[in-house]
């Protein structure tokens, strides 16, 4: 019964591979959003989707690129990936436009590392 | 812009003791303000919202937090620490992009209990 479900929750590749997060929410929400944190715990926003259509781009590199098939997927590619893409990707979903007083929840993340 | 500021980066408590983690926000407008923890290795868990009906909130597991405008906190307590509230903690004020919402985190409070 997860409620935001990511895939994998490990994943270790070399520099300048090609992969693929995946992020399923079974909750009926609209909006879905990629989050990333760093070495230090840090959480910052990357992308947002509303109802498949991307409404935040937060200064990403374009190697990132987010696909969003139906409202409850949305998946993240990347390709060339660096040494400093190693991080812990989060996968979230609000629902609605994801207004003022609307909490996210999140996937259990995925661990990235590239060596 | 929407800011949060955790004054500290780890706390320590001894079990049963009382537990403060500060944090100050910024923001234009009224804003929405989260609490979220994160167990070592897992998602990100809603612990409270504050969204204006009521300045002290009450979360999961026995936490609260008090919105004061005046001194723009948000302050997170429980009266007794239990070993299984060692966690990083964050504070999350929301952004609205052109009609969309964005979590802005605080750099995260690593509360540590010991017995």
């Known amino acids: 019964d997860t409620a935001v479900s990511q895939t994998p929750k490990y994943l270790v590749t070399q520099m300048g591979n090609d992969k693929s997060i995946k992020c399923e929410q079974n909750?009926?929400?609209?909006?879905m959003y990629w989050y990333k944190q760093d070495s230090k715990k840090f959480l910052k926003i990357m992308f947002s989707?509303?109802?498949?259509?991307?409404?935040i781009n937060e200064t990403v590199p374009n190697r990132f690129s987010p696909k969003s098939p139906d409202k409850a997927h949305l998946n993240l590619h990347i390709n060339s990936l660096e040494l400093g893409d190693s991080a812990v990707y989060f996968c979230?979903?609000?629902?609605?436009?994801?207004?003022?007083?609307?909490?996210?929840?999140f996937g259990q993340g995925t661990r990235l590392t590239v060596v | 812009a929407q800011s949060v500021t955790q004054l500290d980066s780890h706390v320590s408590v001894s079990e049963g003791t009382p537990v403060l983690l500060r944090c100050n926000y910024s923001?234009?407008?009224?804003?929405?303000l989260f609490w979220y923890v994160q167990h070592p290795n897992k998602g990100l868990q809603l612990l409270l919202k504050?969204?204006?009906?009521?300045?002290l909130v009450k979360g999961i597991n026995g936490f609260e937090a008090e919105f004061k405008k005046s001194e723009t906190s948000f302050h997170l307590t429980k009266p007794s620490a239990h070993m299984s509230d060692a966690a990083e903690y964050f504070c999350?004020?929301?952004?609205?992009?052109?009609?969309?919402?964005?979590?802005?985190f605080g750099t995260g409070t690593r509360l540590l209990v010991s017995p």
């Open positions: 979230a979903s609000s629902r609605g436009q994801g207004g003022l007083n609307t909490e996210a929840f």
């Open positions: 909750l009926g929400h609209d909006t």
């Open positions: 989707y509303n109802n498949k259509e991307l409404i």
């Open positions: 923001s234009s407008y009224s804003p929405s």
């Open positions: 504050y969204t204006s009906a009521a300045t």
């Open positions: 999350v004020v929301t952004l609205m992009n052109t009609g969309f919402q964005k979590l802005v």
